[in-house]
């Protein structure tokens, strides 16, 4: 029943992902069409508008999985009222989730014993309840936490582990963008004592020779306030830049200066036993830690300048080095906004000079630059064998560059001139330089109307 194709991996979620509110048409599992979504039934199906247990949410779909897809599935288990991919509003491109609707609960039941886990498109399917009632989901109420598991553990092997403890509305195992297992996954039990059960009985267990925790999950606001505590009263130090030379003690020494320390270590060498130049000392008191942090970053220790800070765990530098790349990405970004233009249909002979020479009438010229391929072995090595005295040589011109103006009237004005101009004998394009978010944006938007138009073409073809 199902149709193998190279898996798509699903992004990365902190906890369970659960179906969307039914507070709108778009997330109404019972809505026919709309526009997050279409749906296909049954030519002599009516309108499923019993009990709601008979709709299931289906989610962990690859992109290209269709409603017809779909239909040929679930189809096997019963007469299905209606079946609904939720697409963007926009693009109408698959947010991988579904909601399929049966004529009567028992249907839904064998669908979901029967299906879960199924392979759609080389993707195991994870199938559920349709939970209309959002403050159920909100609750968090029976959800559980599992980390340290092996990475064989998929969703299935999961569910058969912890469906003893009672009945599971939902279950998952995190991916990376491979579809690699991250090691840990959630498990939503349908009452509170469930999920109790199961942390008692398998917490500290050996899973795969691999030992578990499994805990109550916390929301992701509750575990950053209780980060926030831990990065407030830190007692943990971590430095580097630590001069080769020194010893364990005098290490020791010098952060004992400031207050008792639970334990001081210097990272070594596991083979030459030398000293990688960084360690760390942890405190009893935060107060002695955070003293040490000030006093000693930046200070001078054996001809070396120390960095002294709170250790972090590998995660939150990672989480901070991608904030600090972000806020760099937009600084530059709004500094060069309305003066940084783009040309294209840029003849081959134009290089840097020749482009500059062309827009420097309308202002002061920052930077010119024409884009090209990067250059063949064979040419780099010729440029070598010629050193400093011989030509430089080019990769070919993409037929497009940049040039910025160090203002927005200046790029305005060789906007306005310079566009349709014939240069060469081909006529340039100008126009202000955007970001790829920004263009990709006003491309959706532009086919928007298309898209509708489309849609309405499928529902003349018998598909809503």
């Given at each position: 029943m199902s149709t193998e194709a190279s898996p798509t991996s699903p992004p990365p979620q902190e906890q369970i992902e659960q179906p969307p509110s039914s507070s709108s048409p778009a997330n109404d599992p019972a809505s026919d069409s709309d526009a997050n979504g279409s749906s296909v039934a049954t030519p002599t199906a009516t309108p499923h508008t019993g009990h709601s247990s008979a709709s299931l949410y289906v989610g962990e779909l690859d992109p290209s999985v269709t409603e017809a897809m779909l239909f040929e599935l679930f189809s096997t288990i019963g007469s299905v009222a209606s079946i609904r991919v939720c697409r963007d509003a926009v693009t109408r491109r698959s947010l991988g989730y579904s909601y399929v609707n049966y004529n009567n609960t028992a249907d839904g039941e064998r669908a979901l014993e029967e299906l879960n886990y199924t392979l759609i498109k080389g993707r195991p399917c994870r199938i559920m309840w349709s939970q209309r009632d959002p403050a159920l989901r909100k609750t968090g109420q029976g959800n559980v936490f599992i980390k340290n598991l092996d990475t064989a553990i998929d969703n299935k092997a999961l569910h058969d582990t912890f469906a003893a403890f009672g009945n599971i509305l939902s279950c998952k195992v995190a991916q990376d963008e491979f579809s690699n297992s991250r090691g840990y996954g959630f498990v939503h039990y349908e009452t509170a004592e469930a999920a109790n059960n199961a942390i008692k009985h398998v917490n500290g267990m050996l899973l795969n020779e691999k030992k578990v925790f499994v805990g109550h999950h916390?929301?992701?606001?509750?575990?950053?306030?209780?980060?926030?505590?831990?990065?407030?009263?830190?007692?943990?130090?971590?430095?580097?830049?630590?001069?080769?030379?020194?010893?364990?003690?005098?290490?020791?020494?010098?952060?004992?200066?400031?207050?008792?320390?639970?334990?001081?270590?210097?990272?070594?060498?596991?083979?030459?036993?030398?000293?990688?130049?960084?360690?760390?000392?942890?405190?009893?008191?935060?107060?002695?830690?955070?003293?040490?942090v000030e006093k000693l970053h930046e200070s001078d220790f054996k001809g070396q300048t120390l960095y002294v800070s709170r250790a972090q765990k590998k995660h939150e530098r990672e989480e901070e080095l991608r904030k600090q790349y972000e806020a760099a990405r937009v600084e530059k970004a709004s500094k060069y906004q309305g003066v940084n233009l783009y040309i294209k249909n840029l003849d081959d002979d134009i290089d840097d000079e020749r482009l500059r020479l062309e827009f420097i009438s309308y202002g002061t010229i920052t930077s010119a630059k024409v884009m090209r391929d990067e250059l063949a072995r064979e040419?780099?090595?010729?440029?070598?064998?010629?050193?400093?005295?011989?030509?430089?040589?080019?990769?070919?011109?993409?037929?497009?560059?940049?040039?910025?103006?160090?203002?927005?009237?200046?790029?305005?004005?060789?906007?306005?001139?310079?566009?349709?101009?014939?240069?060469?004998?081909?006529?340039?394009?100008?126009?202000?330089?955007?970001?790829?978010?920004?263009?990709?944006?006003?491309?959706?938007?532009?086919?928007?109307?298309?898209?509708?138009?489309?849609?309405?073409?499928?529902?003349?073809?018998?598909?809503?």
């Open positions: 916390i929301p992701k606001k509750d575990r950053q306030s209780k980060f926030d505590e831990m990065k407030a009263n830190f007692t943990n130090v971590y430095i580097k830049n630590v001069d080769a030379e020194c010893t364990d003690q005098e290490f020791r020494d010098l952060f004992e200066a400031f207050g008792p320390i639970t334990s001081a270590s210097l990272a070594r060498d596991p083979e030459s036993g030398g000293s990688r130049g960084f360690g760390f000392v942890n405190y009893h008191e935060h107060k002695d830690a955070y003293d040490a040419d780099i090595e010729a440029e070598e064998k010629e050193g400093e005295g011989g030509k430089k040589r080019l990769g070919k011109s993409k037929g497009f560059g940049f040039v910025c103006f160090s203002s927005p009237e200046e790029a305005s004005k060789a906007v306005t001139e310079m566009n349709q101009r014939m240069v060469n004998g081909k006529p340039l394009y100008v126009a202000l330089a955007q970001r790829k978010d920004v263009r990709k944006s006003q491309v959706c938007c532009e086919l928007f109307p298309l898209s509708r138009v489309l849609s309405d073409r499928e529902t003349d073809s018998g598909i809503a």
